[in-house]
């Protein structure tokens, strides 16, 4: 089995900042991308960032310049730091994986979740 566990929202004001961990653990034998995720009330899922496991990322727009994910390989741990924070990134905030478990067979595995909310 492989889980992903989110940690590091809550509440901030305009302009602070948050960090998001996530960490995944199980029978992993490899993880290929990791990404952030969030879905504000009522919207859909939408792209937040990605990091390949050689370190190239890509940015939604919207964050482009505020945030920053980085990952730690022996960890098999993703970071997301979220600067400048605005009102319209309140939202869940999920992190993403490509894993190859110990078995070989691949998952796309999913966190639960991580409320961030900014206050204006």
């Known amino acids: 089995q492989v889980q992903l566990v989110e940690s590091g929202g809550g509440l901030v004001q305009a302009g602070g900042s948050l960090r998001l961990s996530c960490a995944a653990s199980?029978?992993?034998?490899?993880?290929?991308?990791m990404g952030w995720y969030r879905q504000a009330p009522g919207k859909q899922r939408e792209f937040v960032a990605t990091?390949?496991?050689?370190?190239?990322?890509n940015y939604a727009d919207s964050v482009k310049g505020r945030f920053t994910i980085s990952r730690d390989n022996a960890k098999n741990t993703v970071y997301l730091q979220m600067n400048s924070l605005k009102p319209e990134d309140t939202a869940v905030y999920s992190c993403?994986?490509?894993?190859?478990?110990?078995?070989?067979?691949?998952?796309?595995?999913w966190g639960q979740g991580t409320q961030v909310t900014v206050s204006s």
């Open positions: 993403n994986a490509e894993i190859r478990a110990v078995s070989r067979s691949y998952f796309n595995a």
């Open positions: 199980g029978s992993i034998f490899s993880i290929n991308d």
């Open positions: 990091i390949t496991s050689d370190g190239y990322t």
